[in-house]
């Protein structure tokens, strides 16, 4: 039981690492050929990285959270494109009723 455990845990890791990687490097608008420099990897490491065909070194997954300006909890453990999407909506949402919204609290 504990094995599946372990195994199911790994499994999300690497989903949450795979997704977070590919998100953090569009979001700071780098190829994978660049982000692959900066790491000192190739690109096909990158690509399957994101893919998930591939698990990164201790060293490569501190190297990614520093040129990614991440926290490595942050990378390895929870959906970034989830969370920022929640805020991206609130400030897309802001910015459409900003005038309505600077009104009423000027009323």
Excluded: H
């Excluded at 949450?16 to 590919?22: E, G, L, M, Q």
């Excluded at 453990?77 to 009104?103: H, M, P, S």
């Amino acid at each position: 039981m504990l094995l599946c455990y372990c195994v199911l845990v790994k499994k999300e890791i690497a989903n949450y690492f795979s997704n977070n990687v590919k998100y953090l490097r569009e979001q700071k608008k780098l190829s994978q050929n660049k982000l692959a420099k900066l790491t000192n990897v190739n690109q096909t490491t990158i690509a399957r990285w994101e893919n998930g065909e591939m698990t990164p070194s201790l060293d490569n997954v501190l190297d990614l959270a520093d040129v990614l300006s991440v926290k490595i909890a942050d990378l390895t453990g929870k959906d970034l494109a989830k969370e920022n999407n929640t805020y991206d909506e609130t400030n897309i949402l802001f910015d459409k009723y900003k005038g309505v919204i600077l009104k009423a609290i000027k009323i």
